[in-house]
């Protein structure tokens, strides 16, 4: 079964950009969560996603979205982008909701994004 | 307040060997999921081991297993007979199941292990 998929992998962008990155889950899994990693904050979670919904959000600027297809597929979106919003967005996926048992997430190679 | 505490940055270890690597955590719920996680250099987060607050046993997978102390509220990974590979970065996180059922990730530990 292939693993999660993150494109692209690698990205430069210039402040004041938007950017979308694409995560698709394992086949099967409905929760899509993201998480963004720098070596100040560590990780952090910005949303998690399933059946199409933001269940969950994190604290970040509004600047930050998300959206899930019906095919579980997800993407996120920074808009105006800031020198701070460099880092590695990672994606992870569960096979249901979230609180139920044991929900592990299994994390995709992650988007690293440099913004100059 | 920090959710997840790791208090060792780094830590060296001989090749075979086995090491532990700390985590405490704190939450009023009973109801959680403890997690570890590696993170080698290329990014990928990799599942490793879970451990739901009801059970019983110490969770084991191979050559993980996690040591869970659920008065004192720790959640030790222990790996046993090192290997190089097992060189990375490792993180334990938390879900508190009847709260927002974000998971909260600790700082981590970078782990070397030596030839």
């Known amino acids: 079964k292939a693993g999660v998929t993150q494109t692209p992998r690698y990205l430069i962008k210039t402040r004041g950009q938007q950017v979308t990155l694409s995560c698709s889950p394992i086949?099967?899994?409905?929760?899509v969560s993201w998480y963004q990693q720098t070596p100040g904050q560590g990780l952090q979670f910005l949303f998690e996603y399933f059946s199409e919904t933001q269940r969950n959000k994190g604290n970040f600027p509004g600047r930050f979205s998300g959206r899930q297809f019906s095919n579980s597929r997800s993407e996120m979106n920074v808009s105006t982008l800031e020198l701070g919003d460099s880092a590695l967005y990672l994606c992870?996926?569960?096979?249901?909701?979230?609180?139920?048992?044991?929900?592990?997430?299994?994390f995709g190679p992650g988007t690293r994004l440099l913004v100059l | 307040a920090q959710k997840i505490t790791q208090t060792q940055p780094g830590m060296f270890v001989q090749e075979k060997e086995a090491v532990t690597l700390d985590c405490t955590y704190d939450t009023s719920d009973q109801s959680y999921g403890l997690f570890w996680y590696k993170q080698p250099s290329s990014g990928e987060m990799i599942f490793l081991i879970y451990q739901g607050s009801y059970d019983e046993q110490n969770a084991t997978e191979g050559r993980y297993s996690l040591n869970f102390q659920k008065a004192r509220k720790s959640a030790n990974l222990v790996i046993s007979a090192s290997q190089l590979g097992d060189s990375a970065m490792y993180f334990c996180?938390?879900?508190?199941?009847?709260?927002?059922?974000?998971?909260?990730f600790g700082k981590g530990t970078r782990l070397h292990i030596l030839p």
């Open positions: 086949s099967g899994h409905r929760s």
């Open positions: 992870a996926s569960s096979l249901t909701l979230t609180g139920v048992g044991q929900q592990t997430q299994y």
């Open positions: 996180a938390m879900r508190e199941v009847n709260r927002d059922d974000k998971i909260i």
